[in-house]
């Protein structure tokens, strides 16, 4: 009888690459949830220096959805103009409360490559073999993959969301779950096609931290000088794995309120940014009867941008109108992100 679970945990520990602590947080945790923050270790993006509170105004009747509660919601912001209009907290949410942002990172990441694009630290250009070169000695392929092509999920490299029995061997659990993300993330990719294609892809953007560090450019100083910057009201945190590295795809934990100024930065003065993000993106992903682009991390819906991370995570900026509003939530909620973006771009549309 003993032989049966010896043989099913060597054969686990071996799809997992011999790495124990990674298979039990595979099988132990499974799928994703908000609260994984809680357990995984992290490091703090402090409050900025000189935080900017934001005038509040008159939240028009209407806006706030009454089923946030019942929907899974945490938080949900209405902002324009730079004046904060509606605000709604349940579920264990609040002003200074922090929660998962999931794929929203995605954009502080692109944001961080931008400022050290600025300082020519490194270039959208330049291939990503020039920072990390023993990706080209895995496959010679991989100097076609520049870093404007990782930020815009048109890199090449494969990536399968699936997860599926032995569950350890999977993209996405080597990813959210790894013990040393930039060693997964150098390792485990393989080119699936030449770059162009769309294909949304959770090693992009750890690779980019990586050819980040390589050039000198520590990613959580990035990030803590653009909080600083935004006049942050409120300390955010990245959650990071066991050396230190952080989850570049999913790991900021931010307030709704903190969070809205990332979107703001769409609706200010030109910069590498602001420019590049708003070049026109091209159709990505059809979800149903929805169309969407996505460009330098951001989906775009019609003429809105809008950030989506799992479980209920989106932020929608809407430049017509000079509106952001961000809504967060717990897992374990159906409603799918296209639908609550969908919901959130037509409140757009009425402010």
Known sequence: ???????????????????????????????????????????????????????????????????LATSG????????????????????????????????????????????????????????????????????????VTLGSLV????????????????VDGDSPAVYYATDLAHTVTTKPVIAEPPGTFLYNDYAPNLIGVALQRAGVQPLDGARALWDELGAEDPALWSVDDRGFPWLESGFVATARDLARVGELLLGPPSTYVTRTREATPIAETFGDVAMGYHDAWWRLDDDFVAMGRH??????????????????????????????????HIASTL
């Open 73 to 144: 919601a945490l938080a949900f912001v209405a902002i324009k103009d730079g004046t904060l209009l509606c605000e709604w907290y349940g579920n264990g949410g609040s002003q200074t409360t922090p929660a998962a942002a999931f794929s929203i990172s995605k954009v502080v990441t692109a944001l961080v490559l931008a400022r050290a694009v600025d300082a020519h630290a490194v270039s959208y250009e330049a291939p990503i073999t020039r920072y990390i070169p023993e990706l080209a000695s895995r496959d010679p392929r991989f100097e076609r």
């Open 312 to 345: 209920g995570q989106v932020m929608v900026v809407a430049p017509k109108n000079r509106v952001v509003l961000v809504r967060l939530g717990l897992s374990g909620h159906p409603e799918t992100n296209v639908s609550i973006a969908r919901r959130l771009a």
């Open 152 to 167: 815009d999920m048109r890199s090449g490299i494969g990536f399968d969301e699936a997860t599926h029995f032995p569950w």
């Open 1 to 67: 009888m003993w032989l049966v679970p010896v043989l099913l945990f060597g054969f686990l520990w071996m799809r997992a690459g011999f790495d124990a602590r990674y298979m039990i947080r595979v099988l132990w945790h499974r799928d994703s949830s908000t609260s994984d923050y809680r357990w995984k270790d992290s490091r703090v993006i402090p409050a900025s220096s000189h935080p900017r509170p934001r005038p509040v105004g008159t939240c028009p009747a209407g806006v706030v959805d009454p089923d």
